[in-house]
């Protein structure tokens, strides 16, 4: 406008100064200057004003592209923020979760921790117990050791006496066994006896004692294998066994004809005792056999039995 305004003014000037220059000139007259000058400056103004309305719509246009750029930047912008957010928001709530997941399983493993020690202090308090009643109980074994020191002498009195007596009774055997010899054959004149003994000490449980190693065997009618013996001819024959078992231990053993339990048992017991005294049992008893009927001795339960020379396994026909 300020520039119309000016542009206006310099052609009134202009104008003026050819009047006055001019002022009885056959050109044009000052109305038909004026009228011209109007016409221009009217179109002037129509290019100026199209030339700012082209400057404003384009300066509009712009200012309408960086907005909606700037709109749209600012929507990714904000969109961001709004997935960092949630993102943040996602983490806290995780962190929140696992904070009370801890809380929990702390308080579980105190709570445990708890309980143990309670169920500790109990069976430290029942160990206390138990220990001072069995410091009662040894004082009453302290008190009673005279007396299984009495029993165990006694014990050894009477196993002296057994092996007393059964030194006799196999010097007995020994000479009916040579008496008998004449009669203890079978029918073509062949001696039936036998002597033998276990090898290896061990324990059995209803078992077969197998007397694995021989002495003597006239007729060959005792297996060392199998620890049975065979009757060759219709008879009467004798048997005797003995076994020697560790001290605290206890051993029970029988005869057995055919599988079936004769009431002739061996049986020897210290058991809990506390020494160093050995027990042996015997048995010696008479049986009436078939051709073909087996004999052997058969354990009902033996711990500590001893092997070699402490015991054995003998018969013979009468």
């Given at each position: 406008m300020l520039r119309i305004c000016v542009y206006i003014?310099?052609?009134?000037?202009?104008?003026?100064?050819?009047?006055?220059?001019?002022?009885?000139?056959?050109?044009?007259?000052?109305?038909?200057?004026?009228?011209?000058?109007?016409?221009?400056?009217?179109?002037?103004?129509?290019?100026?004003?199209?030339?700012?309305?082209?400057?404003?719509t384009l300066a509009l246009r712009q200012i309408l592209t960086l907005e909606r750029t700037f709109r749209k930047?600012?929507?990714?912008?904000?969109?961001?923020?709004?997935?960092?957010?949630?993102?943040?928001?996602?983490?806290?709530?995780?962190?929140?979760?696992?904070?009370?997941?801890?809380?929990?399983?702390?308080?579980?493993?105190?709570?445990?921790?708890?309980?143990?020690?309670?169920?500790?202090?109990?069976?430290?308090?029942?160990?206390?117990?138990?220990?001072?009643?069995?410091?009662?109980?040894?004082?009453?074994?302290?008190?009673?050791?005279?007396?299984?020191?009495?029993?165990?002498?006694?014990?050894?009195?009477?196993?002296?006496a057994s092996l007393s007596n059964t030194q006799n009774h196999l010097k007995t055997l020994n000479a009916s066994i040579q008496s008998a010899s004449t009669s203890s054959r079978t029918g073509d004149g062949t001696v039936v006896a036998f002597t033998a003994y276990a090898s290896s000490s061990k324990d059995y449980n209803t078992e077969k004692i197998v007397f694995n190693s021989v002495i003597t065997n006239y007729g060959g009618a005792y297996n060392s294998g199998t620890g049975i013996f065979t009757s060759p001819t219709d008879g009467v024959y004798a048997f005797t066994w003995t076994h020697l078992t560790h001290y605290g231990r206890y051993c029970h053993s029988y005869l057995t004809k055919d599988g079936t339990r004769l009431n002739l048992d061996a049986h020897s017991n210290l058991q809990g005792l506390s020494s160093t005294?050995?027990?042996?049992?015997?048995?010696?008893?008479?049986?009436?056999?078939?051709?073909?009927?087996?004999?052997?001795?058969?354990?009902?339960?033996?711990?500590?039995?001893?092997?070699s020379p402490y015991n054995s396994f003998s018969g013979w026909k009468l």
């Open positions: 003014f310099f052609v009134f000037v202009v104008f003026g100064v050819q009047g006055l220059l001019h002022p009885g000139g056959t050109g044009p007259t000052i109305e038909e200057r004026f009228e011209a000058l109007e016409k221009e400056l009217r179109g002037n103004i129509t290019t100026l004003q199209q030339q700012m309305f082209a400057s404003e930047e600012l929507e990714l912008e904000m969109e961001e923020l709004q997935a960092n957010f949630s993102a943040q928001e996602m983490l806290l709530v995780q962190e929140r979760q696992l904070r009370l997941d801890l809380e929990r399983e702390m308080n579980k493993t105190l709570q445990n921790i708890s309980n143990v020690l309670q169920i500790s202090k109990s069976r430290i308090d029942n160990v206390v117990a138990e220990q001072e009643a069995k410091g009662k109980l040894l004082g009453v074994s302290m008190t009673n050791t005279s007396i299984f020191r009495s029993a165990i002498q006694q014990q050894v009195n009477q196993i002296s005294v050995y027990t042996m049992a015997t048995m010696t008893g008479t049986l009436h056999l078939s051709k073909g009927d087996e004999v052997w001795i058969q354990t009902q339960h033996c711990e500590g039995f001893l092997g």
